[in-house]
C-alpha cells in the first residue's frame, strides 16, 4: 500500500493532502467531504482534480485543513501560490503602457 503527500495554500488556508490506494473515500479533518463542506460549488473544486486524471475511486484522499474560510480551505488543496508584483510594473505582470511618440 503507497501513500502519496502534497500541501497546498490558498489565502490563509492550509491543506495537507493523503492519497492512498483505496476505493475514493474523501475525508476533511476526520469527517466526510459532503458533510464537511456545505456548498456544491465547494466539493466539486475538491473533486475536480481527481476527475480530471480520471482517478476518483482509485484513491483515498486524507486532506487535514486549517485556517481561512469555507472556499479558500476549498481551494487549498491547489499547490500553486499568488504572484508578487514586481517594482515598476502595475500588477505582477502587466507593464505600464509603452508610448510611442
Known sequence: MSQ???????K???ARVFLTTGEGAITVNDRPLDEY???????????QPLELVDLVGKFDV??????GG??????ARDARSVE?????????RK??????R
Do not use: D, E, H, N
Open 37 to 47: 463542506f456545505g456548498r456544491q460549488t465547494a466539493r466539486m473544486v475538491v473533486r
Open 12 to 14: 490563509s488556508s492550509k
Open 4 to 10: 502519496f503527500y502534497g500541501t497546498g495554500r490558498r
Open 62 to 67: 486524507r486532506v487535514t485543513v486549517k485556517g
Open 84 to 92: 508578487r508584483k514586481k517594482v515598476g510594473l502595475r500588477k505582477a
Open 70 to 75: 469555507g472556499f479558500g480551505q476549498a481551494g
Open 95 to 100: 507593464r505600464p503602457q509603452f508610448s510611442k
